[in-house]
């Protein structure tokens, strides 16, 4: 299990979280328009994301590459709940959470006893058919057009696009204070312990199926809270939400931020997001530009972002300890006549 040589003081801990809010905070004041909004909405939808696949794969060990099977089926039933039901989106968002949930509890049971690239195959097998059924069920989920979701309102006016920015921020700033409250409790230990060696962390007394099954729930749940959030900002729903290329977003934002970091998820998003916006400019050569950066970005940079702001900060301490006056010892005096 990896373990800090040393304890960082309560202000070093929390000192990534406070940037980040006033960053987000910030950031509108110099990026207004609807789309520059709208590409800032989404680097926290993809964080939130990663962050689910963060606590399973990466504090965990658990590689399951079923997210996008969750990511669409929030989505729909937030879009279902509104437009078939009536709920009003305030309690459409909570029972979408919920039925992914128990979803997430009915395949975690059987799944979860399968391990590596088994778990990883039958987990990716799970978001096949949520995709298939979203394209073939066309009464249901409109089929390959998807479905329009009202504009959320308040009072009779809809929210405009800078609200929402800010209602998808504080929704992060919450998953990533759960995140980091998680890893640093017990239940992150615990999940430590299951990834190292899932056996010892049994001898110790950890409930691995338990843990495994509470993770992959949670896991499930925050990829179900991102979808939502995409189809909000995207004001539809459609089965591309549970194809391909959203899973592959997810393992990019993890490559590129670094496994089982805190703060990895959040780097990596806003490199996933914001790299196609300057790759246009090399027209049908964008994808495979956008695959070197990513070659070479693993070959120089395996350890990810996190890994690169983390040794530079150890050369940064390393060269303030070095440049700064060694302590002197106290002084002792010796009392005369003491032990004569």
Known sequence: MRQASTQPSAW??????????????????????????????????????SMGFNLLYGYAGQIAMGHQGFFAIAAYAYALLQLKAGF???????ASLVICALVALVIGVPLLRLRTHYLAMATLCFGLVISGVANRWIDVTGGTGGLLIPSITIGEKPMDRLTLYYVIVAATALVLALQNFIVSGHLGRSLQAIRDDDKAAAALGVNVAVQKLR?????????????????????????????FPILV?????????????????????????????????????ETLVYGLCLLLFLIFMPHGLSGMFRSLTAKQSARFARRSPPRLPARHTVKKGVGR
Do not use: D, N, W
């Open 12 to 49: 070093h801990a929390r000192a990534p979280f406070v940037l980040f809010l006033v960053v987000a905070v910030a950031t509108p004041m110099f990026f207004t328009t609807g789309f520059q909004l709208r590409l800032l909405s989404l680097i926290c939808i993809y964080a939130v994301l």
């Open 88 to 94: 009003p989106p305030l309690v459409a968002l909570p």
């Open 215 to 243: 993770v992959f729930v949670l896991s499930a749940v925050l990829a179900g809270l991102a979808g939502v959030g995409f189809a909000v900002v995207s004001r539809q729903v459609s089965p591309s939400m549970g194809e």
């Open 249 to 285: 977003s997810m393992l990019t934002i993890a490559v590129v931020g670094e496994l089982g970091t805190r703060y990895g998820p959040i780097l990596g998003s806003i490199v996933v997001v914001m790299a196609p916006q300057f790759l246009t400019r090399f027209g049908e050569l």
